[in-house]
Nanobody, 114 residues
Framework: QVQLVESGGGLVQPGGSLRLSCAASGIIFSRYTMGWYRQAPGKQRELVATILRSGSLNYTDSVKGRFTISRDNAKNTAYLQMNNLKPEDTAVYYC????????WGQGTQVTVSS
């Protein structure tokens, strides 16, 4: 059974930082492209960042220079380091794994507010 479990969300003030984690089980983690997506209230889910199994990185323009995606294949875990958070970053953040099939986590809420 495949599971992607996100953690690390919460309430943070503008300018603050959070680190999200996505622990994967039931897949050969190193084969998968890992991604983070987010969905704000009333909006469509959007791509935030991806990391290929080669280590190649991709970010949406709005988070470049602020967010960093990484992975630890030994721990079957992907991360999203989020710095200088803004109120517009408020959303539910979802972990995604893609390799022949696609899997999603349950999401973790990130709220940026003073």
């Amino acid at each position: 059974q495949v599971q992607l479990v996100e953690s690390g969300g919460g309430l943070v003030q503008p300018g603050g930082s959070l680190r999200l984690s996505c622990a994967a089980s039931g897949i050969i983690f190193s084969r998968y492209t890992m991604g983070w997506y987010r969905q704000a209230p009333g909006k469509q889910r959007e791509l935030v960042a991806t990391i290929l199994r080669s280590g190649s990185l991709n970010y949406t323009d709005s988070v470049k220079g602020r967010f960093t995606i990484s992975r630890d294949n030994a721990k079957n875990t992907a991360y999203l380091q989020m710095n200088n958070l803004k109120p517009e970053d408020t959303a539910v953040y979802y972990c995604n794994a893609q390799y022949l099939r696609e899997y999603w986590g349950q999401g973790t809420q990130v709220t940026v507010s003073s």
